[in-house]
């Protein structure tokens, strides 16, 4: 089954007209909905991006940093193909097993959801 990003989202800044007030010192948090190629169906899927440098101002104790993408400049561009480039890792047969995939770059959802 493919994934495809269907679309890029944030609750705090519109991604596609976010200037960083410090473009050196950054984060944005980015909400991903991805689904099927084969459905207009998607789940949500969240991604922190940051630059190092504020991961130096505002990361004071040791930490696992996971679905997390760091980088130098804000570009979405860039950040949409990156984000493209790991989807394109997460082909299985089901949407169940590509989203569990999925979950490993960026925090999906239904992680850890059981009924």
């Not at 860039?78 to 082909?91: F, G, L, Q, R, V």
Request: with cysteine; proline share 3%.
């Amino acid at each position: 089954m493919k994934a495809v990003l269907k679309s890029i989202g944030s609750i705090d800044h519109d991604p596609k007209t976010y200037i960083p007030e410090d473009k050196k010192a950054f984060s944005i948090a980015l909400t991903l909905s991805i689904g099927s190629s084969q459905s207009n169906g998607a789940d949500y899927f969240d991604l922190f991006v940051c630059s190092p440098e504020w991961l130096c101002q505002h990361q004071w104790i040791p930490e696992i940093l996971r679905h997390t993408l760091i980088v130098r400049k804000y570009d979405l561009d860039e950040i949409t193909e990156t984000i493209n480039s790991y989807i394109e890792k997460c082909h299985c047969d089901t949407w169940m097993e590509t989203a569990e995939k999925l979950s490993r770059y960026f925090a999906w959802e239904f992680e850890d959801y059981s009924v």
